[in-house]
């Protein structure tokens, strides 16, 4: 039992970590066209950093979200006025910017 409590203990710290979520708001810039495949974007609300990356915008990186439907979502709530809410990775920057995981838009 005290192997499985312990095994139970390092499953929840190595776990520990938990990506953050934004508030809701609008997308003033997308920036793309990039080689990498790599996507730029700001909100038009306080940045989250829970990376402390050094760029004051959001990235979308092609290894960790699919960035067709990302733009297209992005474009989309740009058009529309539409708020967002997005996902931010708490372990990654990417290209120097926060790291964008998922994305939702409420009309």
């Not at 409590?5 to 710290?13: A, G, K, P, V, Y």
């Not at 990302?70 to 989309?76: A, E, G, Q, R, W």
Request: glycine share 8%.
């Amino acid at each position: 039992m005290k192997k499985f409590m312990t095994m139970i203990l390092l499953l929840f710290c190595v776990n520990a970590h938990s990506d953050q979520t934004t508030g809701l708001g609008k997308v003033t810039e997308i920036w793309s066209g990039y080689s990498s495949g790599m996507i730029l974007f700001k909100l038009d609300i306080p940045f989250i950093n829970p990376n402390s990356c050094s760029s004051g915008a959001y990235s979308v990186d092609a290894t960790k979200a699919d960035v067709d439907k990302f733009l297209s979502m992005l474009l989309t709530a740009q058009s529309r006025q539409a708020s967002v809410q997005i996902i931010i990775s708490d372990t990654a920057c990417y290209g120097g910017y926060a790291t964008a995981l998922r994305m939702g838009i409420r009309s």
